[in-house]
């Protein structure tokens, strides 16, 4: 069972940034291609990003583009989730899941591992 690990979350003012982290525990995670989703209060949890297992391909929510930026450093087994110019419609729970991708530069088609998540909440 692979255990992801985020950090990074809190309070922020509207236009301000925060940068997320997830590590899998006890795993290594260039084995893993990853990715970020949100969900917030009262509605359904949607995509964020997506990032291949060596960080080579990247994938994001159209109205997320040029604000967000997802990243990997395989070398510190973790990635990276930075946002910014961030606008309370922003506040959500934010996981972090992954799928085995143990070759190739693929995204993942199903998550099969999840973190808790991480609470942002951006303040008007």
């Known amino acids: 069972q692979v255990q992801l690990v985020e950090s990074g979350g809190g309070l922020v003012q509207a236009g301000g940034s925060l940068r997320l982290s997830c590590t899998p525990s006890g795993r290594t995670l260039s084995n893993y291609a990853m990715g970020w989703f949100r969900q917030a209060p009262g509605k359904e949890r949607e995509f964020v990003a997506a990032?291949?297992?060596?960080?080579?391909?990247?994938s994001y929510r159209d109205s997320l583009k040029g604000r967000f930026t997802i990243s990997r450093d395989n070398a510190k087994n973790t990635m990276y989730l930075q946002m910014n110019t961030l606008k309370p419609e922003d506040t959500a729970v934010y996981y972090c899941?992954?799928?085995?991708?143990?070759?190739?530069?693929?995204?993942?088609?199903?998550?099969?591992?999840w973190g808790q998540g991480t609470q942002v909440t951006v303040s008007s």
């Open positions: 899941a992954a799928c085995l991708r143990d070759y190739g530069e693929l995204f993942c088609t199903e998550y099969k591992y």
């Open positions: 990032i291949t297992r060596l960080g080579r391909s990247s």
